[in-house]
């Protein structure tokens, strides 16, 4: 089953060195979750104040810059990972170095057909 491990954090608890290690360690689990067949995709995202909001009510779209709500925690990155289970998915999220400083979302992914292959 393939799941999205959304990664949530305030983006201003981590120094720079602290982010550069997280980056290296998340490197590294992608690489250890692409040996073991595991590793579907993921990727950092840049700060929230690169964020654009679009939404559509009553016919017009509407864009604001930043996020759609105000929270303490940042969408940060995410991981995309095909595991046998969610008990699988919860240790993979444990090994994810962001873990320590904020929320590792777990959510499966609704495989519909008509997709795009890659």
């Not at 104040?49 to 810059?65: E, I, N, P, Q, Y």
């Not at 979302?105 to 997709?115: C, K, S, Y």
């Amino acid at each position: 089953m393939k799941y999205m491990l959304l990664i949530y954090s305030d983006e201003n608890a981590w120094t720079d060195d602290e982010q550069e290690r997280c980056y290296k360690e998340s490197v590294q689990l992608t690489q250890d979750l692409h040996a073991s067949g595991k590793y579907l995709g993921a990727s950092p995202l840049h700060s929230v104040a690169t964020a654009t909001s679009v939404r559509v009510r009553d016919g017009k779209r509407l864009v604001t810059d930043g996020p759609f709500a105000e929270t303490r925690e940042q969408l940060g990155g995410y991981f995309l990972i095909d595991a046998q289970d969610l008990d699988e998915a919860i240790a993979i999220a444990g090994r994810i170095p962001s873990v320590y400083k904020g929320t590792v979302e777990i959510r499966p992914i609704v495989e519909l057909t008509g997709l795009p292959a890659d």
